[in-house]
């Protein structure tokens, strides 16, 4: 090709060029002076494309039918199997709320379920919901039943031969004071309700454990919480055990008889299905140990302490359930970070391995090898009492943020709930985990991929955690601004204030300059090989809301730290 050529064939582009920008030019202002049509995004609509899911937060099955489920996704709406887990389908999406707290079915018809929304398992960063909700259909057709402002439902019991006496555990939204809390009843199936158990406007009820045997007699555990931005308190006077011997007309709170003095914290209550006068309590009593668990063998009358195993409630916020099997009093359940079990009523416990990170459980009254886990990863569920275990992943992964970079095709990243950061091509079709891959960071940082060269990813999580993956070379690296580990530390302590998904950004004017936020701005434009602040402290810097999150039990994993920078974005229009 000769110079005379390259000339002209570049002169051409050029115009080319031009022309092009004049069309863009002209568009550009045609298109501000115009509304866009909705019309126009009528062919846009959204399909899954991964990665696999995870976190569910109730459970339920038909007693006897091994065929049929229902799990409620922590923010996935509700999932319902016909063929003991082999296909599920999605039967809630048409509904406003998608975050469910408590599922139940109807011991009289296996046709009405009922559902609460808003997830009792309580962090700054989880849905609330809108009320309770009913089918009469085995879940194809929902009914909206009130109690939309009571924020996050914790449990519904269901008469056993009259289904339409319900009673709902409101926790309440949980974010301030509110009358919307306590124990609601209703006598007529959802068309009118009743608040029959109310402490105060900061305590509201996790759990309602109904006598199997006997509806009448019913024990609410009370929960005080309050969230904030800058931290947890769990704990008051009015938290523990009430009970009920009018199928929750009146109640009384327990106290003395063997039970902790105030204040008490999350409370999880279940009745042994054999035996309705075992009834165990896990309490949340702080620091020192006061105790965990405890056990009545009079029906609630009298308590006794039997077991200081913090392991059983290590993190009272984010599980505290308990269950007993069926078929033994002396059998007891314990969700929480490490799933446990004891065969001797909780004088001794043991890990189980059969989940982690657990949330709720359920067992089936007439089959009692029969059981159901929801966790951080899906569903676990046995027909051999825990001898094997299926696990169910759905298509519901929470993701904390996501990103896309500039290949082609593109790929999309983020941060999993209780995974990694995980990296996978637009074009990924949903139905094959390999189609995803771990990437920078963590669960739930964010994942940002380098704009001009996407070989590289930049990516954040807790505990400050921050790397840089070059594909190149497949070399991972970290690349955390600050050697300090934050576990257990209150923000108030540390140098630097990096919240649990701290931001990151990188220059729309130099791939190379990349952004990170404490209370300060941190750059680094050597990929990451050092760090300089470029800021003052940009946050309020109120040390009355930089102390320790949690209440009676103390919780700081950087969720919850105040006076930081929550987010960073650089002008794209002036450097």
């Known amino acids: 090709m000769s110079h005379k050529n390259l000339f002209f064939m570049s002169r051409h582009h ?36 991964g990665p696999p899911g995870n976190r569910t937060s109730a459970v339920v099955g038909v007693p006897g039918d091994e065929m049929v489920y229902y799990i409620g996704a922590s923010s996935g709406g509700i999932w319902k199997t016909g063929d003991g887990g082999i296909n599920w389908f999605p039967v809630f999406d048409n509904q406003p709320a998608q975050s469910i707290g408590a599922l139940a079915i109807a011991r009289s018809d296996a046709n009405i379920v009922w559902a ?31 109690l939309a402002l009571t924020g996050r439902i914790g449990r519904v019991v269901i008469d056993p031969q009259n289904p339409n006496i319900v009673l709902v555990a409101a926790l309440g939204h949980c974010y301030g004071p509110q ?35 006997n509806p009448r007699i019913l024990f609410a555990g009370m929960w005080p919480i309050i969230i904030r931005t800058w931290g947890r308190e ?44 075992v009834v165990y309590a896990l309490m949340e009593t702080g620091t020192p140990n006061r105790g965990v668990l405890w056990r009545s063998g009079d029906g609630g009358e009298n308590w006794q302490l039997v077991s200081y195993d913090r392991i059983l409630n290590e993190r009272p916020h984010y599980a505290s359930r308990i269950m007993v099997n069926p078929a033994d009093e002396n059998e007891v359940y314990f969700a929480a970070n490490s799933h446990s079990i004891t065969y001797d009523g909780g004088i001794t416990t043991e890990r189980s391995h059969w989940s982690g990170d657990s949330h709720d459980m359920w067992a089936d009254p007439l089959l009692p ?12 569920i046995t027909l051999n009492r825990g001898k094997s275990w299926k696990r169910i992943k759905l298509p519901n992964a929470q993701m904390y943020h996501v990103a896309v970079d500039n290949q082609i095709p593109y790929y999309v990243y983020g941060g999993k709930q209780d995974g990694s950061g995980y990296k996978g091509p637009g074009t990924a079709s949903g139905r094959n985990d390999a189609e995803w891959q771990a990437t920078a960071g963590g669960e739930c940082g964010f994942i940002v991929p380098d704009p001009v060269d996407p070989n590289i990813v930049w990516g954040g999580s807790y505990n400050a955690g921050f790397t840089r993956v070059d594909y190149r070379t497949g070399h991972q690296k970290t690349v955390k601004i600050w050697p300090e580990s934050a576990y257990g530390a209150p923000a108030g302590i540390l140098k630097y204030r990096f919240n649990w998904t701290f931001p990151i950004a990188i220059s729309p004017f130099d791939h190379n300059k990349v952004y990170a936020g404490s209370q300060f701005v941190h750059v680094t434009t050597d990929g990451g090989a050092s760090w300089q602040v470029i800021s003052p402290d940009l946050s309020t810097n109120d040390q009355s809301k930089m102390d320790y999150s949690g209440g009676l039990t103390k919780d700081n994993l950087g969720v919850e730290y105040g006076c930081i920078v929550f987010a960073i974005a650089e002008s794209p229009v002036e450097q």
């Open 234 to 277: 769990s704990g008051g006077p009015n938290g523990g055990i009430w009970m009920s011997r009018d199928e929750g007309v009146s109640w009384k709170h327990l106290t003395g008889h063997g039970l902790p003095d105030p204040p008490i914290g999350k409370v999880g209550i279940a009745i042994a299905p054999s035996n309705s006068k």
């Open 14 to 49: 050029h115009l080319a060029v031009l022309l092009v920008l004049l069309v863009t030019v002209c568009f550009v202002f045609q298109s501000s002076a115009q509304q866009l049509k909705p019309e126009l995004y009528s062919g846009l609509k959204y399909r899954y494309i």
């Open 116 to 146: 609460g929304t808003g997830e009792p398992f309580v962090r700054s960063n989880i849905s609330i919901g809108n009320g309770v909700y009913k089918s009469t259909d085995g879940g194809k057709t929902w009914q909206h039943k009130g």
């Open 369 to 380: 090898d029969r059981m159901m886990i929801s966790d951080d990863g899906g569903v676990v």
């Open 179 to 213: 009358q919307e809390r306590g124990v609601f009843r209703t006598t007529d199936g959802g068309n009118t309700w009743k608040r029959v158990l109310f402490a105060d406007e900061n305590t509201g009820c996790f759990e309602i454990a109904m006598d199997p045997n």
